[in-house]
């Protein structure tokens, strides 16, 4: 398994502004993934973030509203751009080990007012 | 398209009654399947997997059997306790076309459990 931490673990921010959260690996990993998880609802994957390259986006989602950076194995960041009411969420950050499972961080809780 | 369909929730039990938590799946090919598990206030944790059909996951009293003729993956347990109380997800994963690499995972839309003393 790997050890995943999120910072910040949870925010309150105004509508119009963005937030980045990190997310740090303690060991080197190929994949890493955000998703999203909207109060009462099930998990999205937003992207996979690739090391040295663009992030791969899923439908509905955007890189300039979702910007993403990947520097190198054990670190990522997703900044939610011009932040509205409907973006609080938890944003979660996962790590693929092998070729089968993914393990999750704990989590950031954004709440927009 | 790959989709999970969760039993509907929320699901009260007595400590020490069965579980079941149904799972249902369509999908593209030959899915791994999984369960996670959310504690209040907590991420994500890998309950139990299963990689091809028939297999069986098993963790913490917890069991699932990949039905590829039913195309299911039922959570179970024979005895719950308080402190399995929780939002259980089920998840697919269909590999890449170069069967190595993770794929995304498509999850269910969680069933919360409570369990009482």
């Known amino acids: 398994s790997a050890v995943i931490s999120q910072k910040p673990s949870r925010d309150i921010c105004q509508r119009g502004t963005s937030l980045t959260i990190q997310c740090q690996v303690d060991?080197?990993?190929?994949?890493m993934f955000w998703y999203r998880q909207q109060p009462g609802q099930s998990l999205t994957l937003i992207a996979t973030a690739n090391q040295g390259s663009e992030a791969t986006y899923e439908s509905g989602f955007v890189i300039d509203k979702f910007p993403i950076s990947r520097p190198n194995l054990t670190f990522s960041t997703l900044t939610v751009s011009n932040m509205s009411p409907e973006d609080s969420s938890i944003y979660l950050c996962?790590?693929?080990?092998?070729?089968?499972?993914?393990?999750f961080g704990p989590g950031t809780r954004l709440t927009v007012l | 398209g790959n989709s999970v369909t969760q039993m509907e929730g929320p699901v009260t039990l007595s400590e020490e009654a069965f579980l079941t938590i149904n799972c249902t799946y369509t999908a593209t090919g030959y899915p791994s399947l999984f369960w996670y598990v959310q504690y209040p206030g907590e991420g994500l944790q890998l309950l139990l997997k299963a990689t091809k059909a028939d297999d069986k996951g098993s963790n913490k009293g917890f069991e699932a059997t990949y039905r590829k003729e039913t195309t299911s993956f039922h959570l179970e347990k024979g005895s719950v306790q308080v402190s399995d109380s929780a939002v259980y997800f089920c998840a697919l994963r269909i590999g890449d076309a170069g069967g190595t690499s993770y794929g995304k995972l498509t999850f269910g839309q969680g069933t919360i459990l409570t369990v009482h003393p």
């Open positions: 996962s790590v693929g080990i092998n070729t089968d499972t993914q393990y």
């Open positions: 060991s080197q990993v190929t994949m």
